[in-house]
């Protein structure tokens, strides 16, 4: 990346970021254990070192640096992943794989999570999450938990957004404990979503 793009980036993060501090920092409220997704049950058994139990549960603490890398990741990826349907790439309904040039919702988290991780990031603060859009589609998004609350990278959205201001209704995410197992969200807020099947 450029220089002058850096700065510019960096200085939309710390706007965002100032607003962001404002959030009340609750956390997603987070149910019992529930089943995993079909594509990350075949992800974990392709990559098995990716679905382990967390050796250490932390949260990210929110500083204007790991902001501005939260932001960058993000911004990142969605500018150079294409999207294209797993059934475009790959023939099947579902496949989820880290992208190199194209990929669906879920291929973008993966490579946030993985590069967010090398970034040292707690893998157990970086969890994948499944939910709906407005249109009641399936949606894949990265929910990083910090102490400030849990926010929301979306490929559909150029934001890092805490959770509550999202549009999306948020089913199931990845246990902080462990990596292959999930866990449901008790999600009220009243949003606009189709009928969830």
């Keep these: 990346m450029n220089k002058l793009y850096l700065g510019i980036l960096g ?4 706007v ?24 990350h049950y075949e992800f974990c058994k392709r990559y098995d070192q990716e679905c382990q ?22 911004a990142a990826v969605n500018r150079s992943i294409f999207p294209r349907t797993d059934q475009e790439l790959y023939g099947t309904a579902e496949y989820w794989a880290y992208p190199k040039t194209e990929g669906d919702c879920e291929d973008y988290v993966l490579l946030k999570q993985y590069m967010l991780e090398k970034l040292g990031f707690p893998r157990s603060a970086l969890l994948i999450t499944v939910a709906r859009q407005a249109n009641g589609d399936g949606h ?34 990845q246990s902080e404990r462990h990596a292959g197992k999930w866990m449901g969200i008790g999600d009220a807020r009243d949003v606009l979503v189709g009928s969830v099947k």
Excluded: C, H, Y
């Excluded at 139990?53 to 993000?74: F, S």
């Excluded at 938990?145 to 089913?171: A, H, I, M």
């Design 16 to 39: 965002v970021s100032a607003t962001s501090a404002m959030a009340d920092g609750r956390p997603m409220p987070i149910l019992g254990a529930t089943s995993q997704p079909v594509g």
């Design 140 to 173: 894949a998004v990265l929910t990083i938990r910090t102490d400030k609350g849990d926010f929301v990278l979306d490929n559909l959205e150029e934001r890092v957004l805490d959770w509550k201001d999202t549009s999306l209704k948020f089913l199931k995410r």
């Design 53 to 74: 139990r967390n050796d250490e549960i932390a949260l990210v603490r929110l500083t204007p640096a790991n902001w501005n890398r939260i932001v960058e990741v993000n």
């Design 11 to 14: 200085i939309a993060a710390l």
